[in-house]
């Protein structure tokens, strides 16, 4: 009888202590899925606008957008933005140099700096 009493009140420690980190790795998810929303969005309207000097202001705004929905939306616009970067310099031709400047403009939006930063003139204020 004790024995299974101690087992019941450790069985319902182990499920309040849990509920935190189920909460959070909860949280985390649906920030990451709003993240990948947010760069998606930033790429729709980057080919949407096809303004030419436009491509860093996207790319900062998709991670800017992303990070502000908290560590899964940074970890979603980092994953994404390593991802098309890898992908995109083996393919597009534009080389090491453009990579460099769009893997800068990702971190700065990451880091909270504002994509106006890389906003061209003229850039209509749609975006």
Not at 10 to 33: K, N, P, Y
Not at 65 to 78: E, N, S, T, Y
Request: net charge positive.
């Amino acid at each position: 009888m004790r024995l299974s009493v101690c087992l019941l009140l450790l069985s319902l420690v182990l499920c309040v202590s849990s509920d935190g980190v189920i909460r959070r790795a909860g949280q985390f998810v649906r920030d990451a899925a709003g993240g990948a929303w947010d760069m998606y969005r930033a790429y729709r309207d980057m080919r949407e606008a096809n303004y030419k000097g436009a491509d860093k202001y996207f790319h900062a705004r998709g991670n800017y957008d992303a990070a502000r929905r908290g560590p899964g939306g940074a970890w979603a616009a980092r994953v994404i933005s390593d991802a098309r970067e890898g992908w995109q310099s083996g393919v597009s031709g534009r080389g090491a140099e453009d990579t460099r400047a769009d893997q800068e403009a990702n971190a700065w939006g990451r880091r909270g700096g504002d994509p106006n930063r890389y906003r061209p003139a003229g850039l209509p204020r749609k975006y």
